[in-house]
């Protein structure tokens, strides 16, 4: 059997250890080829472009 808590855990104890817990947002950056927001180090899912070079080919409807 594993280890049980001796006494419980208040709730502004419980609450300090969950503080660092809260998601964060994603760091966006302005794509160099078309000037729409991207996530930083990823191809731009609106034009296909990396460091200046088409990596994926996008279909515009």
């Not at 208040?10 to 794509?31: I, M």
Request: charged residues 35%.
């Amino acid at each position: 059997m594993g280890p049980l808590p001796k006494r419980k855990v208040s709730k502004s104890r419980r609450d300090r250890r969950r503080a660092h817990d809260a998601l964060t947002l994603k760091h966006l950056v302005e794509c160099g080829n078309c000037g729409e927001y991207h996530i930083a180090h990823r191809v731009c899912p609106y034009c296909g472009f990396y460091k200046d070079k088409v990596v994926i080919e996008i279909e515009n409807d």
